[in-house]
């Protein structure tokens, strides 16, 4: 009776293996890229040899425009997900508390364009930014990221509206508000938890996409269309590919952690009831 | 300042109606509670006053104004919720300047009137925080501090007190009473609580099913209920209806309560019933009594024998339950002493106090 309760041991080892897999990838990248290419050829665990170099950490800056693919990567995915955040809740609202003729349509038309696999929007989208000179501007890809947000990206912002307290609306329309400043002063800044959550998935979604930059840029490329010239035709070039992935996975890593907070923040700020 | 008049209106939610051609008067300055039992209609209509629900037909005017078309904003209008509806994202400071802001009103102007709406409610010292940083009480002050800032001419309220503790209830009542008061402005008053209408109205609105069952003064309703619902809703405990008809004894009619006693008929209704209308005959706990424990009685008074079903002492009084017939009746002992159980006791009715309503339309004879 008077023993402390134990716990049990095998959920932490269950817990120490899965996280083992997870991180196992990350540390081979790690070692790939700070031993000579040579050494890690047989595989990045045979340590017969080991040397400690950032050779490839140097190379890969001095090589390839890394510096410039960062920054179109912010760019494109910032801005994407910018678009995103800001207009999919405005199509929520419409969508919540709005009524116009054919909403419910226009509703499950908007939500079944997620099913619409990407690549077939590749032909009609390049003829058209071929012809408006679009091909090699960033915004060849916003655009669509954008667009495509919009069907996953106002569902579940509306799904989260249709809970939001009615009489708020109700109170801001008595205090004066028309519809547009409702959204702007009342909805919108109780309504981060989803906007978080649209820029986080928007933003990893834009930052790892590789099909749309690859076919439409040119010149003002990301990283991960980089990552793929990296690796050489005739060059394996491991380890300099293990930087820039490194390079590549840490700012999406930062983005999450700093904006997780939000997602636990969720219903609790939402109204002025007491509960 | 301003009038209301509510001249046939009509809300329909697609198919079903709920709301039938209502039509009412308010007076410039009046306090006007709506009550009625849930799903009755109230919130509707105070909902289309305020321009947040269109209007299916007839007309609303404010002043001499008809506002049906207008934007809530262009009524004149100000309103308090049930869950007060305060902006979690800002301070009570915002909060209660967040009209006076979108109407483009002077920065100095709306700390003046913010200032003045905060001392008059004692929020002073709460300005800076944000809503869920307020008690219940508190909260639904904000909420009446944002309504009286703009200075509107008509306050609407929708039960805001039905979230408030028994007590901090009460208090709230005489203070919102004490603001009409003051700035005697117009006020409709939603609630479904008849003490709270009682206590604070100039003129209740009954309303049923969509429809106005009564409009009057507290002490009309009181007095002379139109039929059975308003009989049974206005006062507590409500109006025992005993149900009989009338027969004939010897000169004068008399009504037979079912499997029960032989009542007499109050004098001012004695030409108006005929023999063999089945009726309700009204009784209120006050005007039935155990004799010696009755309040003094201005006019004819009849005394018969019950015996006891119940017994619940309040304090002050008791409540005794006693079989009339089928019915039940409540009668109210003044000055109590103990009572007990299946014991047989001499009772009297004040007749003066009881009401009699048909019982095919429900409608009170005395009209
Ligand atoms: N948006 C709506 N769509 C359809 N029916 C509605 C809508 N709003 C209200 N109703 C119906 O209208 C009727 C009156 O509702 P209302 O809210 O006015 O009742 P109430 O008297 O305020 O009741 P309570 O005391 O419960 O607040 C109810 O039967 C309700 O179901
Ligand atoms: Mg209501």
Redesign the interface.
């Known amino acids: 009776m008077n023993d402390i309760y134990k716990p049990p041991l095998w959920p932490m080892l269950l817990i120490g293996v899965v996280s083992l897999i997870w991180v196992l990838p990350l540390i081979g990248i790690i070692m790939t890229s700070i031993r000579p290419e040579g050494e890690t050829l047989k595989g990045w665990w045979n340590i017969e040899e080991f040397t400690l170099t950032l050779e490839a950490w140097r190379e890969v800056w001095v090589n390839y425009p890394l510096w410039d693919a960062l920054w179109n990567s912010i760019k494109i995915a910032g801005l994407s997900s910018l678009g995103s955040i800001l207009l999919a809740p405005m199509g929520a609202y419409a969508f919540a508390f709005l009524n116009f003729p054919g909403k419910k349509v226009t509703f499950l038309l908007l939500v079944n364009a997620f099913v619409i696999p990407n690549q077939i929007l590749i032909i009609p989208l390049f003829t058209l930014w071929r012809n408006v000179g679009l091909i090699d501007n960033i915004f060849s890809v916003i655009i669509p990221f954008v667009a495509l947000s919009m069907a996953w990206a106002v569902f579940l912002v509306r799904n989260y509206l249709v809970d939001f ?1 009615r ?2 609306i ?9 519809h547009v ?1 409702t959204f702007w ?2 909805v919108l ?2 309504a981060l938890t989803p906007m978080a959550a649209v820029g986080i998935l928007q933003f990893m979604w834009t930052w790892n996409s590789l099909m749309l930059p690859m076919l439409f840029l040119r010149e003002n490329i990301p990283l991960p269309v980089l990552l793929t010239k990296i690796k050489g035709t005739y060059e394996p070039n491991w380890d300099q590919v293990a930087v820039a992935t490194i390079i590549t996975s840490v700012i999406p890593l930062l983005i999450f952690l700093y904006f997780q907070k939000y997602f636990a923040a969720g219903a609790s ?6 509960g | 300042m301003a009038s209301i008049a509510l001249n046939n209106l009509v809300k329909e939610f697609g198919e079903t109606r709920v709301l039938h051609s209502i039509d009412l008067d308010i007076k410039d300055g009046e306090f006007v509670v709506f009550v009625g039992p849930s799903g009755c209609g109230k919130s509707t209509t105070l ?1 289309m006053v ?3 629900e269109s209007v299916s037909s007839g007309e609303i005017r404010i002043g001499d104004r008809e506002v049906s078309g207008l ?3 262009d009524r004149g ?3 308090v ?9 800002m301070t009570v400071r915002k909060n209660l300047g ?2 006076l802001k ?2 483009g009103t002077p920065a100095a102007e709306i700390t003046q009137k913010v200032d003045e709406a905060a001392k008059m409610l004692g929020l002073e010292q709460l300005l800076d925080r944000k ?2 940083q307020l ?2 009480g508190q ?1 639904q002050r904000v909420a009446m501090g ?1 309504a009286i800032v ?1 200075s509107p001419e008509v306050y609407l309220f929708d039960e805001p007190l039905s ?1 408030l503790d028994a007590k901090l209830r009460t208090q709230m009542r005489s203070e919102i009473k004490r603001l009409h008061k003051k700035v005697r402005n117009t006020i409709i008053y939603v609630t479904h609580d008849q003490i709270e209408a009682m206590t604070m109205a100039d003129r209740i609105v009954v309303m049923r099913g969509g429809h106005i069952e009564q409009v009057g003064t507290p002490s009309e309703l009181f007095k002379s209920p139109a039929n059975v619902f308003v009989a049974t809703f206005i006062g507590s405990p409500p109006m025992a209806m005993v149900d009989g008809e009338i027969v004939k004894d010897g000169a004068s009619p008399m009504f037979q309560a079912a499997n029960g006693p032989l009542l007499p008929i109050p004098a001012r209704l004695r030409d108006k019933v005929k023999v063999g209308q089945k009726v309700f005959y009204g009784i209120r706990s006050d005007s039935f009594s155990p004799v010696g424990h009755s309040l003094p009685r201005a006019g004819e008074v009849h005394q018969m024998s019950c015996t006891v079903d119940h017994v619940e002492p309040l304090g002050a009084e008791t409540l005794i339950s006693v079989a009339l017939g089928n019915s039940t009746v409540l009668s109210k002992m003044f000055n109590p002493t103990e009572v007990d159980v299946d014991e047989t006791r001499a009772f009297e009715l004040e007749l003066d106090a009881c009401y009699l309503f048909d019982k095919g339309t429900e409608q009170s004879l005395d009209l």
Do not use: E, T, W
């Not at chain 2, 919720?81 to 994202?89: R, V, W």
């Open positions: 307290p009489s708020l109700d109170a801001a329309h008595i205090d004066g508000c028309g400043r002063s009342v800044p109780n700020n939402q109204s002025g009831q007491k | 909902r305020a321009g947040l934007a809530p904003k209008i100000s309103m919720f049930q869950d007060y509806a305060l902006y979690p994202h967040f009209g979108v109407s809503p869920k008690s219940g909260r944002r703009r979230n």
